[in-house]
């Protein structure tokens, strides 16, 4: 895929566009999109990682919503410390960085699964379908949440930008 320049920045200061968020497992990836604004996430689908085209699908998924930045769960302990699954979230936050060409960003992932859960309060057979892409839709809120109120003090916002 070639890279290409992103749209000038709105009056906030971000690229125009959606925000996609990830929360990447061992064996499936949740996927949340934002709104054109930034402002709200929500859970799109579920990503089976171990099909060989799952780079492809989210190349394809950026594309139809007009993705301008991405947002990669980094599963971090309690306490923390970088996990196993966090570098295995921040290699694949790499690749993800070359095969779409637009800014991957690690935010923090802590506990998101249990408030995804919350959340659903489902019956336990129809919320594991949804598990990853509401934990997904959490930590891009986090994250959205997190840069609109450094924004509202006058922060920068933080970023951990791959590449």
Not at 6 to 31: M, T
Not at 36 to 55: C, F, T
């Amino acid at each position: 895929m070639t890279c290409s320049t992103q749209g000038a920045p709105n009056a906030h200061g971000q690229p125009h566009g959606r925000a996609l968020g990830l929360d990447v497992g061992a064996r499936r990836i949740g996927v949340a999109v934002s709104d054109p604004l930034q402002i709200v996430a929500r859970p799109l689908e579920v990503i089976d990682r171990s099909a060989l085209d799952a780079i492809d699908r989210l190349q394809s998924v950026c594309r139809e919503h007009n993705v301008c930045v991405v947002v990669v769960g980094l599963p971090l302990h309690s306490d923390g410390r970088l996990s196993a699954q966090a570098e295995q979230a921040m290699a694949f936050a790499e690749q993800l960085q070359t095969a779409l060409c637009i800014p991957v960003v690690l935010h923090d992932e802590r506990f998101s699964t249990q408030e995804a859960r919350q959340i659903l309060n489902h019956q336990r057979r129809q919320r594991m379908a949804y598990d990853d892409a509401w934990a997904a839709a959490v930590v891009l809120q986090r994250y959205l949440d997190a840069r609109a109120f450094a924004q509202t003090i006058g922060l920068p916002p933080h970023r951990s930008e791959i590449g």
